[in-house]
């Protein structure tokens, strides 16, 4: 089966750096994405890894390590606007679709 | 660019009633859209994948004649939900992906949220 698992939440101050973990089992890797959603909208692209490694975008970097089925996002100089849900996914072979980990609920506070 | 337009944004209806949500890609064509549900504090969970042209595959545990999908064109993707319940409340998001960005490129609609008294 598949499954992809993140902290449930995480809170931090604000200019504060923050790292969201995400462990995944699943039948086909086509690389890990992130995804960030705010409270009723709809969840926006912030990262993508298909190699192992770190990926730099702006205040936002992903990292992989495919041989331990693993990721996280690091959030940095943290700011009120970032809380939201972040959510890992992995894109499989064939298809295309995208199976969404649980989600972690990101609390910025002042 | 890679805009995808859902419409409704919300939407309530009575028991019983059918509602027909609607996707569009506005400035690509999309070969495959995707349909995920998503309860409050939950995560997204994928409905179907639409396919244009052909029959929507569906995952496990989503019945097929309650969901009915229609992909119709390259641009447009529906989803209805027949006779609908309380239950059946929840926030209705759309995908699409490009078809020539190979890594990602996926873009969700703004989402429906639906709400069955």
């Known amino acids: 089966g598949q499954s992809l698992e993140q902290p449930s939440e995480v809170t931090a101050v604000e200019g504060a750096i923050v790292q969201i973990n995400c462990t995944y089992q699943?039948?086909?890797?086509?690389?890990l994405s992130w995804y960030q959603q705010h409270d009723g909208g709809a969840p926006t692209f912030l990262s993508y890894n298909a190699l192992d490694g770190l990926e730099e975008t702006g205040r936002f970097s992903s990292f992989l390590s495919r041989s331990d089925s693993y990721g996280y996002l690091l959030l940095q100089e943290l700011q009120m606007k970032d809380s939201a849900s972040y959510f890992c996914?992995?894109?499989?072979?064939?298809?295309?679709?995208?199976?969404f980990g649980t989600g972690t609920q990101l609390k910025v506070e002042l | 660019g890679a805009v995808v337009s859902q419409h409704p944004s919300w939407v309530i209806c009575k028991s019983g009633t059918s509602v027909k949500i609607e996707c569009r890609s506005l400035d690509f064509q999309a070969t495959t859209m995707f349909w995920y549900r998503q309860f409050p504090k939950q995560s997204l969970m994928l409905m179907a994948t639409?396919?244009?042209?052909?029959?929507?595959?569906?995952e496990q545990g989503v019945e097929k004649d309650k969901f009915l999908i229609n992909h119709a064109s390259l641009t447009l993707s529906t989803l209805t939900v027949t006779s609908a319940h309380p239950e059946d409340s929840s926030f209705y998001i759309c995908s699409a992906r490009r078809a020539s960005r190979a890594n990602y490129g996926y873009t969700f609609g703004s989402g429906t949220r639906l709400t069955i008294v």
């Open positions: 996914a992995v894109r499989e072979g064939g298809g295309n679709k995208l199976t």
């Open positions: 639409s396919n244009e042209g052909s029959k929507a595959t569906y």
């Open positions: 699943t039948s086909g890797f086509y690389g």
